[in-house]
């Protein structure tokens, strides 16, 4: 599952995008501002990071740049309704995944958002050793299978072992 981080100082923004995303099956955490982004931040890691541009605290600029260094490998994306005019050239020399400028059409950043998604999961495959651990880890958790998880895991273990 994809964890987002929402950083936009609008609440109706935010509750809209939170529903919006929420209903597309994404996790999202959602924040006021760049200092509270900021310590979400520092007690969670984050897949992907959507941020306003123009916020009172921080702009988005400075939250990519302190984000990065505690969310090195999340995905940035900058939204905004009051763009200067050197903000596109400002984003691409943050090297964003992208931006958009408020309002914009819900449909193709969904589309967006999914591709994040999708490019993740390709990064972030498993080995069939950590695919069996999860496997394993999750059978234990269910009722009636944690005695029955070790004869299993040997077995499969063995299967990998053999080529």
């Known amino acids: 599952m994809l964890e987002i981080l929402l950083v936009d100082d609008d609440e109706l923004v935010r509750q809209s995008l939170s529903m919006l ?17 900021l310590e979400m931040a520092r007690q969670q890691g984050f897949d992907l990071v959507i941020s306003d541009i123009r916020m009172p605290d921080m702009d988005g600029f400075e939250v990519v740049r302190q984000l990065r260094d505690l969310q090195s490998d999340a995905h940035f994306v900058l939204i905004t309704g009051y763009a200067s005019e050197d903000a596109p050239v400002q984003a691409l020399r943050l090297k964003l995944d992208d931006y958009f400028r408020k309002p914009f059409d819900l449909n193709f950043f969904l589309e967006r958002i999914r591709q994040f998604r999708r490019s993740r999961k390709q990064r972030k495959g498993l080995s069939a050793e950590q695919a069996l651990e999860s496997f394993t880890a999750w059978l234990r958790r269910r009722p009636g299978f944690s005695d029955k998880t070790d004869p299993l895991e040997e077995r499969i273990g063995r299967a990998l072992d053999d080529p």
């Open 21 to 37: 995303l929420g209903h597309e099956g994404f996790r999202v955490s959602a924040a006021r501002g760049g200092a509270e982004a």
